[in-house]
């Protein structure tokens, strides 16, 4: 929850920065080089959604995630506000150079573990069947027997630490270099991960976090200068970048579009709880699921179209939230499956189970089904 707070806070003034940086420093782009970038662009926000709610539905199967509330979901973009005045005020009074060193240090250690929780599956295949896998558990517990609490629970493999392996050479490669490609790997691991772990109870709540941050977006875009100076002070890689002069300049290339993670989150895990309303009702196509992913993909070129039209930054929530919003609420008013909608509870079976493992009290002599 905490890193995905500053997701947040740059998420619309990364186009701001964008256009800022365009207009004044770097050349203009051709049209083909545009069209490549943004194309790129929104094929990368689309994948963290698609993977990352999915996993998310077996992450809910194998695991009881913690869910947002309603509060949560409420105080959110409070939080997120607070949190953005905080990095304005301390980028103002000290220098820039020794606070973005520490947050590459703490978005280094981040990375480098949501790289490896992604991409551990895969390296665990590729390993040779020659090298053992050994498990491992470390266990860190506070007091004793039943009042006892674990601090530290994780198990894990000598694949895993392979993977680790693997993933700290991708961070060594931002430390050092700062590459684009390095920085979007760092930026799409964040993503999915985000969407595979952050659950939100039910749509209501997915009502309240996204009308609060459509506001929080728009207010500190068009109302201050307070998004736009920390977008410009703030080095981490919290968004995705793809070069606009990638065909002329090749991996040199230095004239970014960018898009914050915050655009892609916050949409996908509303979108992600969709696709686990889908598969409660057992019904062969995942038809929320996919009509939002295509409402949020409308959504996307809506706000790039804007923003080229009027050559001016666009808050992207203000276009991504209504879409994804409107989308499943007129789909589920046309099926007829509104009541169900607003009914659906993640931890709908988990109630369920514990009603049915409720002990028989002491001369209760009916039969259990």
């Given at each position: 929850m905490a890193y995905v707070c500053n997701f947040?806070?740059?998420?619309?003034?990364?186009?701001?920065?964008e256009s800022a940086k365009n207009a004044t420093e770097k050349p203009p782009s051709t049209p083909e080089g545009m069209a490549v970038a943004y194309g790129s662009l929104v094929i990368m926000a689309i994948l963290p959604i698609f993977f990352g709610?999915?996993?998310?539905?077996?992450?809910?199967?194998?695991?009881?995630?913690?869910?947002m509330t309603k509060k949560d979901a409420a105080m959110f973009p409070i939080m997120a506000s607070c949190a953005l005045v905080s990095l304005y005020i301390v980028f103002k009074l000290f220098s820039k150079e020794y606070i973005n060193l520490l947050l590459t240090g703490y978005f280094f250690f981040l990375g480098v573990l949501a790289l490896t929780h992604l991409l551990s599956p895969l390296v665990s295949k590729l390993v040779p069947a020659a090298i053992p896998n050994i498990p491992f558990h470390i266990l860190f517990k506070q007091g004793e027997g039943e009042s006892s609490q674990n601090i530290i629970n994780y198990r894990f493999s000598s694949y895993d630490v392979v993977a680790l392996a693997c993933c700290s050479l991708v961070g060594a490669w931002y430390l050092i270099q700062k590459h684009w490609v390095a920085n979007n790997l760092f930026g799409l691991a964040f993503a999915v991960n985000a969407v595979e772990l952050l659950h939100l109870n039910n749509v209501v709540t997915g009502l309240i976090?996204?009308?609060?941050?459509?506001?929080?977006?728009?207010?500190w875009v068009f109302g201050t200068d307070v998004m736009v100076t920390v977008a410009k002070s703030f080095e981490a890689p919290i968004k995705l970048i793809f070069p606009q002069d990638l065909l002329t300049n090749g991996?040199?290339?230095?004239?970014?579009a960018m898009l914050g993670l915050g655009d892609i989150v916050i949409p996908g895990i509303f979108i992600a709880l969709l696709l686990r309303f889908d598969c409660s009702l057992k019904r062969k196509s995942n038809v929320y699921f996919n009509a939002t992913c295509f409402a949020y993909f409308l959504g996307l070129m809506t706000t790039i179209f804007v923003m080229h039209v009027f050559k001016h930054a666009q808050p992207a929530l203000l276009y991504l939230v209504p879409a994804c919003l409107g989308t499943p609420l007129l789909l589920a008013l046309v099926k007829g499956d509104i009541t169900i909608l607003f009914k659906y509870e993640d931890n709908a079976d988990d109630e369920k189970d514990k009603k049915e493992e409720k002990p028989i009290k002491q001369g209760?002599?009916?039969k259990v089904k």
């Amino acid at each position: 929850m905490a890193y995905v707070c500053n997701f947040i806070l740059n998420q619309a003034s990364e186009n701001v920065n964008e256009s800022a940086k365009n207009a004044t420093e770097k050349p203009p782009s051709t049209p083909e080089g545009m069209a490549v970038a943004y194309g790129s662009l929104v094929i990368m926000a689309i994948l963290p959604i698609f993977f990352g709610s999915y996993r998310s539905v077996n992450y809910h199967k194998e695991k009881k995630p913690e869910k947002m509330t309603k509060k949560d979901a409420a105080m959110f973009p409070i939080m997120a506000s607070c949190a953005l005045v905080s990095l304005y005020i301390v980028f103002k009074l000290f220098s820039k150079e020794y606070i973005n060193l520490l947050l590459t240090g703490y978005f280094f250690f981040l990375g480098v573990l949501a790289l490896t929780h992604l991409l551990s599956p895969l390296v665990s295949k590729l390993v040779p069947a020659a090298i053992p896998n050994i498990p491992f558990h470390i266990l860190f517990k506070q007091g004793e027997g039943e009042s006892s609490q674990n601090i530290i629970n994780y198990r894990f493999s000598s694949y895993d630490v392979v993977a680790l392996a693997c993933c700290s050479l991708v961070g060594a490669w931002y430390l050092i270099q700062k590459h684009w490609v390095a920085n979007n790997l760092f930026g799409l691991a964040f993503a999915v991960n985000a969407v595979e772990l952050l659950h939100l109870n039910n749509v209501v709540t997915g009502l309240i976090l996204l009308s609060g941050l459509f506001i929080y977006d728009i207010f500190w875009v068009f109302g201050t200068d307070v998004m736009v100076t920390v977008a410009k002070s703030f080095e981490a890689p919290i968004k995705l970048i793809f070069p606009q002069d990638l065909l002329t300049n090749g991996l040199a290339a230095n004239n970014f579009a960018m898009l914050g993670l915050g655009d892609i989150v916050i949409p996908g895990i509303f979108i992600a709880l969709l696709l686990r309303f889908d598969c409660s009702l057992k019904r062969k196509s995942n038809v929320y699921f996919n009509a939002t992913c295509f409402a949020y993909f409308l959504g996307l070129m809506t706000t790039i179209f804007v923003m080229h039209v009027f050559k001016h930054a666009q808050p992207a929530l203000l276009y991504l939230v209504p879409a994804c919003l409107g989308t499943p609420l007129l789909l589920a008013l046309v099926k007829g499956d509104i009541t169900i909608l607003f009914k659906y509870e993640d931890n709908a079976d988990d109630e369920k189970d514990k009603k049915e493992e409720k002990p028989i009290k002491q001369g209760d002599t009916r039969k259990v089904k």
